[in-house]
């Protein structure tokens, strides 16, 4: 008799909710594109109201639902390996690796991976928060980020489709079930802070959620790549204050003879800082919220003394340039050293692949490739890689917790650079996938992400895996590999083909001794890869000396490394890499002495 009651209820409420929420349309007719029927990246379309038709074009595929492979693709579907398999080559073999490395090979495997990969990325970009159709808008704002799917129609029966339950899971039991860190467990990869710091303080250049607009999916950011405007500021005024106006330089402070950012008293500049911060320790940088870590304002310190470093070389090599053609040149140099590092040593370390990367621009010369990019949301939200964070951080003998570390200015010039690049090198970051492992401190912006991906209304993880050529999961038990969590999974989202995206590259089982699992791969290294290369910079027009003020510039940006960067620009050099010491020789303390 309750249950009835409770149900009649419930059944009265919907019924005033479906009245109150059904505009022109007949409510009791679905919208077929809640299916999602398009397979292959068929486009899906609505004709009349129960009516739509999926356009094949140029997907290779054909029939009602883009199912049917043509001749073609039917050949390319049997050749083609899968991609665990070609992952698993890539990270064994030694002896294969070896010799590849120094041929002709490295360059061939390289473009086919740089291609391979960003084939993957639209380009020009297609839709976005607000539209789930292509139009000028879509494309010419470019306030939006991007998106690869279009969000779930508005008129869906349920709010992933037509799967799973009526109301998602509670975000904050998904963060405490899921992701709240249990023990810490160590990237088996050997990643450490010195790599967890370089992800966030140079993703931060392009994703800067516009948080006033809530859900719909603004960003701040709108170089859409990598514009060093986490160095020089996202608008023309900042980049102004922060300065020098002389031979191309940034503003900075000297403290015990050592070049450091400059703080507000001298840089009248907008930073996020508590209430209260004394003046005098608010560092100023490019990015506003970098104050947070001393990881981000060791980065920031790094660069700046880089940038003015490359600006006294263009400045020997021609003294009758001005201020502005100083700085401007060595902007492109600096570009050109993020791009080098990251596919050179991050992506390196990241991939585990036996593969050595290369940085060379010209490999994609011959090969059809746009020059532009244009971030997605997809990509800032599997990109929240917080488990990389560690329980407390160790410095130089000491275990510094959260609470004496964020917002800490006076910590860098406690230790100064070296130490602090010492200690993050030989520091173990989290693994980032396979659940479990966020600290207490960063727990909230798991739950941020998936509150913002329901408002943006974000496609099915299972969805995203087809997008990206994987299959989908048929089970929670095939996803996590495991039982518990499976059932728990289950339990929440009631179907596999509706758990949300963000959960889908978090908790998906990692792969053997890895960082994350595939999906993060499969998914990340498209839109990482699709956004280094398709920066100007790496343009036949750009390429070239003069674009970098002769051949010392254009030789800066060839052979930029990050130990490189640090030891050009610190008295003496640390351990410093993205991965923590291999061996007894790379783990010996170093002092004050140690050269390049
Ligand atoms: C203790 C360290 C960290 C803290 C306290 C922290 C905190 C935060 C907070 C509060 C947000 C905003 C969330 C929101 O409004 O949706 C955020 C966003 C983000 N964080 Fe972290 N984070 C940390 C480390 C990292 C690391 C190591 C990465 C590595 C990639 C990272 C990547 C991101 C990304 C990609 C975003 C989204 C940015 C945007 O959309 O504007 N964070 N973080
Ligand atoms: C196409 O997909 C729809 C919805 O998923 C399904 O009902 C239909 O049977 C499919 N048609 C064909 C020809 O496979
Ligand atoms: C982008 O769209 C938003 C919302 O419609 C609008 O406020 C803004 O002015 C647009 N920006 C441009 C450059 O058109
Ligand atoms: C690739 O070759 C370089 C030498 O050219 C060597 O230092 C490196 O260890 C090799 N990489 C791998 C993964 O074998
Ligand atoms: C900042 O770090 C320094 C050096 O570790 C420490 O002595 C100081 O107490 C910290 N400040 C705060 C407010 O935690």
Request: net charge neutral.
């Amino acid at each position: 008799m309750k249950e009835f009651s409770i149900l009649s209820i419930w059944v009265f409420f919907n019924l005033v909710l479906l009245q109150s929420s059904s505009c022109a349309a007949d409510s009791s007719v679905v919208n077929p594109c809640c299916y999602y029927p398009c397979q292959n990246s068929g486009v899906c379309v609505r004709f009349g109201t129960d009516r739509y038709e999926c356009d094949c074009t140029r997907t290779g595929f054909s029939g009602d639902n883009c199912t049917a492979p043509e001749f073609w693709t039917r050949v390319r579907l049997l050749l083609k390996p899968s991609p665990s398999v070609v992952h698993f080559i890539l990270t064994h073999f030694q002896w294969f690796w070896d010799l590849v490395n120094n041929s002709f090979l490295r360059d061939t495997i390289m473009r086919l991976v740089l291609t391979v990969r960003s084939d993957l990325i639209p380009s020009p970009p297609t839709y976005n928060t607000k539209y789930g159709y292509l139009n000028w808008e879509s494309f010419y704002n470019i306030s939006y980020y991007t998106r690869l799917l279009p969000p779930v129609p508005e008129d869906c029966p349920l709010p992933m489709g037509t799967k799973g339950k009526p109301v998602l899971p509670d975000i904050k039991v998904l963060a405490e079930k899921f992701f709240r860190r249990k023990k810490f467990r160590p990237d088996p990869q050997g990643t450490n802070l010195m790599f967890a710091f370089m992800a966030q303080h140079f993703t931060h250049q392009f994703f800067k959620t516009n948080h006033e607009v809530p859900g719909l999916g603004f960003t701040k950011a709108l170089g859409h790549g990598v514009d060093a405007s986490n160095i020089y500021g996202d608008d023309l005024m900042r980049q102004f204050h922060l300065r020098l106006h002389k031979d191309g330089k940034l503003k900075y402070q000297i403290v015990k003879g050592e070049m450091y950012p400059p703080t507000v008293s001298e840089v009248p500049v907008h930073m996020v800082y508590p209430e209260g911060f004394p003046p005098e320790q608010r560092l100023v940088i490019g990015q506003e919220l970098f104050g947070i870590l001393p990881g981000l304002t060791m980065y920031a310190t790094i660069w700046l003394r880089e940038h003015n470093r490359v600006c006294d070389i263009l400045k020997a090599e021609h003294p009758t340039w001005d201020d502005e053609q100083l700085f401007q040149t060595t902007r492109l140099i600096i570009i050109g050293e993020i791009i080098n590092i990251i596919i050179e040593e991050y992506v390196q370390q990241l991939s585990g692949y036996m593969l050595s990367m290369k940085f060379d621009p010209t490999l994609l010369f011959n090969t059809r490739f746009q020059y532009s990019n244009r971030i997605a949301l997809e990509f800032c939200h599997l990109y929240h890689w917080h488990p990389l964070m560690p329980d407390s951080f160790l410095i130089d003998g000491e275990e510094i917790p959260y609470s004496q570390f964020i917002y800490n200015t006076s910590l860098l010039m406690h230790y100064g650079v070296e130490k602090l690049v010492d200690a993050f090198s030989r520091q173990p970051a989290g693994q980032i996938g396979g659940g479990h492992n966020s600290h207490e401190v960063v727990l909230k912006v798991a739950e941020m992400v998936i509150r913002e991906s329901r408002a943006a209304r974000v496609q099915p993880f299972n969805e995203y895996r087809k997008k990206f050529n994987l299959k989908p999961y048929t089970s929670f038990y095939e996803f996590t590999g495991e039982i518990e969590m499976a059932r728990a999974l289950e339990e929440l989202y009631g179907d596999i083909d509706a758990l949300e995206l963000y959960m889908g590259v978090l908790l998906e089982k990692t792969r053997p001794s890895s960082i994350f699992g595939e999906s993060m791969v499969e998914m990340g290294a498209p839109f990482s890869l699709k956004g280094l290369m398709g920066n100007p910079i790496c343009s036949p027009v750009y390429w070239k000396p003069s674009t970098f003020g002769g051949e010392t510039g254009f030789d800066i940006v060839k052979t930029a490394t990050l130990k490189k960067l640090v030891c050009l620009n610190t008295k003496w050099c640390p351990y410093v890499d993205f991965h923590v010491p291999r061996n007894e020789e790379e783990a010996k303390p170093r002092k004050p002495s140690t050269e390049l």
